[in-house]
């Protein structure tokens, strides 16, 4: 990917932390810094009543629903409609230092861990774009189909380095190396990673402790 340089004129009257207008073209071949970037939040399993989160920066959802989430997951799935980056830099930060986990705000009582994982990747020029963002759609609506995804988050790449990060938080390893081996879409792994160069996986544990 050749990223075009930044429009400066365009850079300093757009307020970076409004919404940006979000397409296949403003992913691959971004002209600013872009600090507002929402969640990909599941939607809830039927039944579950959606939480009213007065927020000015509103998350986006899902068309498929959770078959269903536990309570302290509804717990971190209100808070993750604050989710944000803390730098346009991201992409190269270390992870725990990257996005607000400090300002999601859980209740005392309640105490759990989470896994979470994070790609980090360049996007190769000339790459098919379109058909990169269909099968990670398609692969999305599913794993939230199969259950256990709380949210996905994904970037636009670095203009200057092309570097870019995505993330996405499960309830457990379990539902994620579940919805690996049993999405039909997962078989389109090669294809999502081949507009991508120097794919790094990186795992984590994110966690609340009870009176914190």
Known sequence: ????????????QRDPHQPPALDSESFT????ATLYLPPLLSSLPPGVEVPVIQSDRPPLVTKTRLPDIDPVSLSLHKALHYFRPL????????YAGAFNWLALDLPLEEEREWYAV??????????DSDALY????????????????IMYWYGVPDPQTGLNLATCIWQSRTCSCCNFTTTPHSS?????FKGKQGIQ??????????GW
């Open 29 to 32: 071949n971004p002209t600013s």
């Open 134 to 149: 269909e099968a990670d759609r398609l692969a999305h609506e599913e794993a939230v189909s199969n259950g256990g995804l």
């Open 87 to 94: 730098s346009s830099e991201y992409a190269s930060l270390p």
């Open 188 to 192: 389109d792994e090669p294809r999502r």
């Open 1 to 12: 990917m050749i990223p075009r340089k930044t429009n400066l004129l365009e850079a300093l």
């Open 118 to 127: 994070a790609f980090r990747s360049k996007r190769k020029a000339g790459s």
């Open 201 to 210: 996986v990186e795992e984590f544990s994110v966690g609340v402790e009870a």
